[in-house]
């Protein structure tokens, strides 16, 4: 049996359902949604049955201004508070320049990008007390000038921070139809002694390009990959992410139940 | 050799060009960049109508047209908090005459 086994994204409209759905070993909550002191009083008391990991997701890792580190102490703090083994955010950038995103925004895979990730995860890891790992985002879009290959990207990160991953089987489908990526490629080229944990989630097709929009129910071809995935490495934990037009409580022990199936748990 | 400040430069260029319809900048796919400018658009206005569903719901369906015109003339700075953010729309939408000016509830706060 694997360490997390298989879990849910905590939100606070599925917060009911969670409490009582059959399957859920464990939970992620976002780290910039929580409060270190006050911690909702249903996640306190989940965190006595299972595992609650914060993910956090402004850090702007790939940012290439000076770290903001008052979010890392942010994220250090709910970590602490939840005695959470390990925490993360995205291989991504969300401000620059003054603006803010809101989302994340692919880095150029260049060595240069590289090194600036690599600098702000060190200072990051400095900060953070418990394990750090990162999560491939899914991109519409691609830097020019590309010097490495995704996998490439995330192995050389690894191998120079000791970070570890969260493989995002949605954001690996998403960017294999929207960028024409590999995905068997990507999946032969990450150091799965590395892994963290995989994450889930349903997306939709909208004008040719497919949205991760984390809204719908996770497509069969995503279900595909895991099972491929599977192949190469039995996952510690595979987690759904849910973030909103959340279906009835059947509806999502169903989710669970076929990524359960997959990872043949 | 490309420096730090340099990608910080580029990182800047880019979301000035997906936030505020700011020039392509070098080597990227123009219609992509509008793909994803639409993606961080929607992502936004999902969430300032899950802080104001108010505003929402004065608006209907302009709401979302109307934001898009707001964002784009007045991007979302890293200083300010969504909710800030949320009242400069409502601000720029009561000046506008989109929405009535509201009635002061708090005559004590200025």
């Known amino acids: ?265 | 050799m490309v420096s730090r400040e340099d990608l910080a430069s580029r990182q800047a260029e880019l979301l000035h060009a997906l936030l505020a319809r700011g020039p392509v900048p070098a080597g990227f796919d123009e219609a992509r960049l509008h793909v994803e400018a639409d993606v961080l658009r929607r992502k936004r206005t999902r969430l300032i109508a899950y802080l104001r569903p108010d505003l929402e719901e004065a608006l209907g369906d302009r709401f979302a047209p109307l934001f898009a015109e707001f964002t784009a003339g007045q991007p979302k700075t890293d200083t300010i908090r969504t909710h800030a953010y949320a009242d400069e729309f409502t601000t720029w939408l009561v000046d506008r005459g989109d929405l009535p000016r509201p009635k002061r509830r708090f005559p004590w706060r200025r």
């Open chain 1, 1 to 265: 049996m694997a360490e997390l086994g298989i879990g849910i994204g905590w939100r606070d409209e599925l917060d009911l359902s969670i409490a009582r759905l059959p399957g859920v070993d464990w939970v992620e909550v976002v780290a910039e949604n929580l409060h270190a002191e006050h911690l909702p009083e249903t996640l306190e008391t989940l965190r006595q049955r299972m595992p609650v990991l914060p993910h956090a997701v402004s850090l702007s890792l790939g940012g290439a201004e000076p770290l903001d580190t008052a979010r890392v102490v942010h994220l250090a703090e709910v970590a602490r508070a939840l005695d959470a083994p390990l925490a993360s955010d995205h291989v991504c950038f969300v401000r620059a320049g003054g603006l803010d995103s809101g989302h994340l925004l692919p880095v150029p895979r260049t060595r240069e990008a590289l090194d600036v990730l690599v600098a702000n995860v060190r200072l990051t890891q400095s900060i953070v007390e418990c394990e750090f790992a990162l999560e491939n985002i899914a991109a519409v879009l691609e830097w020019p000038d590309a010097e490495l290959t995704e996998e490439q990207f995330l192995t050389e990160l690894t191998e120079r921070t000791g970070c570890k991953l969260i493989i995002d089987v949605a954001n690996l489908y998403a960017n294999a139809r929207n960028l024409g990526t590999d995905p068997v490629k990507f999946l032969d080229g990450i150091p799965w002694e590395r892994l963290a944990y995989v994450h889930m989630a349903g997306g939709v097709e909208r004008g040719g390009v497919y949205h991760d929009t984390h809204a719908h129910p996770v497509v069969p071809e995503v279900l595909d990959l895991l099972a491929e995935l599977r192949h190469r490495v039995e996952p510690p934990g595979v987690l759904l992410e849910r973030d909103d037009d959340y279906p009835p409580d059947s509806e999502l022990a169903a989710e669970l139940a076929a990524l359960r199936a997959a990872v043949k748990w």
